[in-house]
Structure formats: C-alpha cells, structure tokens
C-alpha cells in the first residue's frame, strides 16, 4: 500500500514509487520468485508493468486472484470470506478494520504462492492475536475505548480514525504529534486530519529528535486550524503523559480515546536522546488517576 511517507528521503511521491517498484523489476522472470500485489492500490498498475515473475493479485473493491466480501467488522473481531481460484473460505481475524483485511489477503497470498492449502490459511489467520501497538486496546474499567496505534502517517492516521468511527457511537478524542528530523509536509495535512474527524485534538510530542517541539506542534497547527480557527476544539500539550492524560479524563462513555504515531515504540527521542517511553503505560496510569477521583 503506497502512500505519502519517507518524502524526506526520496524528495517526490514519484521517487518513492520508483524505488517500491524496483523491489519488484528486481525479481526479474524468474518462476522461483512470486509478487503478491494489492490490485485496490492506485500504484498497482505501475507495479505490475514493471513485474515479470508470477503474480497474486488481492482486492476487496476490484478483480483480482483473491478477493475479500462481506465483511463485518466489531471491535475485536473481523469476519469475512476469501475467494481465490481454489474456491472460498470464510475467517474470523482477531483484529479490526478493513486494512487488516487487506494485509490478511496479502498474507493469504503467500501462503498460495508457497502452496500452502485454504484450511492451513485459515488456521494461521484466525490465530494471530493482536499486535502491540497496532489498533491496541488499554482497559482499565473505564467506560470508553482507548487505542495505541502507529498511526504517523496522514493516510493511517485517517484510517485509524474512521476505522475507530464505525466502532464507536460517542466522540472521537485524538492525541498524537510528527517525528522531528523527518519529512515537513505531512505534519499540516495530519493535523488537518485529525481536526476534521475527531471530536477532539490533542496536540503533542512524539519523537521531536533534534528539533524544537513547539515548531513541530506549530507545524501541524496549520492543519489544525484550517478546521478549528476558533481553537475551541484542539490543545497544546507538549508533554505526552500530560496531553494523554488530559484526554482521558475529558472523555465520556462511549466514547474514544486514539493515541497514534508511536504505537509499540518503547522510547521517545527528546533532544537526541533516547528515553524510555510507554504509550501504554502512560495511558493505564492516566486511567487510574481518573478512577481515582
């Protein structure tokens, strides 16, 4: 899945696409070598053109090898069926969200290209639990969601949030901030994100590295604004224990609390430093100062 991520590195979108699609020219005709390709994936017809090896193509919208239907997703459950050349199947993954149902067809192509047969697919699927710091839930016995995600792009961001929509009927309460040393132009566009699915924005620090915090949080202000120009709906928090903390204890029932962009990061880089850091452990602890009162 190709989007706008590592600009910093390549410069342009066309470089980065470049690059990805060398992985693939790189294979060359090779029967021994196999490309499992997202046909949903707006770049897939350059990545095919460039591709001579056998290819599994996956989608839920369009044509393709395999393709995922009737899917229903719930807060710790998606449930669909693969159809493939073999015939069909359904599963159950212990995850959420359609993009999960696209990486579980990535993975279903594998498996076919190594010959593995469906009910081996399937039994491998429906075992993986969830992943730290992927859509992870904290619970404490408080009466909203809290999630932990690596969401730190403007694409997963959006992801996650509309993903977290269709799950909950209360307010979407957002907590995140841009790497430092990193690429500049996602930080507005994210911010702008957030402002216009959540509820709520908290702004904050993630890995600032060497740069100063408060330029990147003014950074993704200009987002931020261009949906909330009054400031009534986002805050400034540049400390993260404080900033997540300050989430939770605005939230209500039903409602939910994201925490995106370090996901299972167990650090945070400060003024070139490495700290010891825990999105999770930061939120239980913000939880119990709730329920206590």
């Known amino acids: ?163 977290t929509r269709t799950l909950v009927g209360g307010r979407l309460l957002t907590v995140f901030g841009c790497p430092g040393d990193r690429d500049r132009t996602k930080r507005a566009a994210m911010g702008e994100v957030a402002a216009r699915l959540s509820a709520y ?9 060497d740069e100063d915090p408060a330029e990147i949080v003014r950074s993704i202000q200009e987002g931020v604004r261009r949906v909330d120009p009054s400031g009534n709906y986002h805050a400034v928090i540049l400390d993260r224990a404080e900033a997540i903390a300050a989430a939770c204890a605005r939230a209500r029932p039903g409602d939910a609390v994201l925490i995106a962009g370090k996901g299972h990061e167990p650090y945070q880089i400060l003024a070139g430093r490495r700290v010891p850091w825990s999105d999770r452990e930061a939120a239980l602890a913000a939880l119990h100062t709730r329920s206590r009162g």
């Open 1 to 163: 899945n190709l989007t706008s991520d590592h600009l910093d590195l390549h410069g342009r979108a066309e470089r980065y696409l470049a690059a990805k699609a060398s992985l693939f020219s790189g294979l060359g005709a090779s029967p021994a070598h196999h490309a499992i390709v997202n046909a949903d994936d707006p770049a897939a017809e350059q990545i095919l053109a460039v591709t001579a090896c056998p290819v599994t193509s996956f989608a839920i919208h369009g044509p393709a090898d395999l393709r995922a239907r009737d899917l229903t997703a719930a807060l710790r459950r998606l449930t669909f069926t693969i159809e493939g050349p073999g015939g069909a199947f359904p599963t159950t993954l212990r995850l959420t969200g359609w993009y999960n149902a696209y990486n579980a067809l990535a993975a279903a192509g594998v498996g076919f290209a190594l010959g593995i047969d469906p009910p081996t697919i399937r039994r491998g699927l429906e075992q993986l639990a969830g992943i730290p710091g992927r859509f992870e839930l904290v619970e404490a016995g408080q009466p909203f969601l809290v999630v932990i995600d690596f969401a730190h792009t403007t694409a997963a961001l959006e992801k996650l949030l509309r993903t």
């Open 201 to 209: 924005t908290v702004i904050t620090t993630d890995n600032p590295a």
